[in-house]
């Protein structure tokens, strides 16, 4: 793990869900949501690198998160309603239960993800990769559901 994502990951740990805004000696805490959109900025590539961070629970609706490296990556329960995950990168990453409904997916690439649960209503997912994914309970076009439970995986 990079400096930089351990160094985030700890960060998004210790604003987990705060009650309200606190100041501690003068500052003020962000929410874990304020956190990831500033971290999404702060690439000189403009490649938004979230790998193995905890994302869990968040609303990350209607984000621009195209080419964003998200392997390994915590989504579980995240709502991903209309957000722009073209060309995204999202091997190994938990999508238990998270809601993709309508999101933006062309181009994507997902192997060996968790998408137990996940649901794919209406997602745009042409030309994305599906690799060896579990997939039960997913609500996932049949064409995908079949690429992502196989180990050999494809496109469509």
Known sequence: ?????????????AFDNPPER??????????RKELILALIGIHE???PRLSGIDLSGLDLS?????SADLGGANLEGANLYRTNLNAAFLG???LRNASLKEAYMRQTRVMGADLRG????D???TGAVFQACDVEGAILPDAF???????????R
Request: no cysteine.
């Open 118 to 121: 996940a649901d794919f209503t």
């Open 45 to 47: 590539d403009h490649r």
């Open 92 to 94: 190994g990453a938990n």
């Open 145 to 155: 559901k079949q690429l992502a439970s196989d180990p050999a995986g494809g496109k």
């Open 123 to 125: 997602a745009r997912m």
């Open 22 to 31: 606190a100041y501690a000696g003068g500052m003020a805490e962000i929410t």
């Open 1 to 13: 793990m990079s400096a930089i994502t351990a160094r985030s990951y700890a960060v998004l740990r």
């Open 62 to 66: 209607y984000l621009n998160l195209s």
